[in-house]
């Protein structure tokens, strides 16, 4: 009787390796899935910050039509120039806009005497994102003797 050497297949190395690419890959679409719901997240606040910061931007427009008719009406009711600015020391120059709790959009303007009504009759000198400083941080540090 001969005895031919048989050729034995290792199942379990493959199914070793099988194992590890799989959980390879469920692992890698985890993280991948985790990545993109914090994309999204980040995305959503900032779209959320962005429009806040417009909506405050265009109720500054709005404020600046009302601004340039009491600007004009005063430049017109007025006879110098003394007189005209004797008039808008009552009138407010800066602007502010909520945000958020914490911050809000300032905006000051300069108020100008022009020559003619061809020019403007103010300019905005800032515009700002201004954070409150009322922010209290937790400087406890809880250490375990």
């Known amino acids: 009787m001969s005895k031919k ?12 390796l099988l194992i590890f690419v799989v959980l390879c890959l469920v692992s ?10 914090a ?4 995305s959503q606040k900032m779209l959320e910050r962005s429009s806040t910061y417009y909506d405050a931007c265009n109720q ?6 009302k601004l340039y008719a009491d600007l004009k009406e005063c430049y017109t ?3 110098d120039e003394q007189a005209y600015y004797e008039t808008l020391s009552k009138t407010e120059d800066t602007y502010s806009y909520a945000l958020s ?11 100008l005497y022009p020559e003619n009504m061809t020019q403007p009759l103010f300019t905005v000198i800032s515009r700002r994102v201004v954070t409150d400083d009322m922010i209290e941080y937790d400087t406890h540090l ?4």
């Open 77 to 79: 009711n007025s006879q």
């Open 142 to 145: 809880n250490v375990i003797p």
């Open 5 to 16: 050497p048989q050729f034995k297949l290792n199942i379990g190395l493959s199914s070793i």
């Open 39 to 42: 994309d999204n997240k980040l």
């Open 60 to 65: 500054f427009e709005e404020d600046c039509a």
């Open 28 to 37: 890698f679409a985890v993280l991948s899935l985790v990545s993109a719901n």
């Open 101 to 111: 709790d914490l911050q809000s959009l300032e905006v000051t303007v300069q108020f």
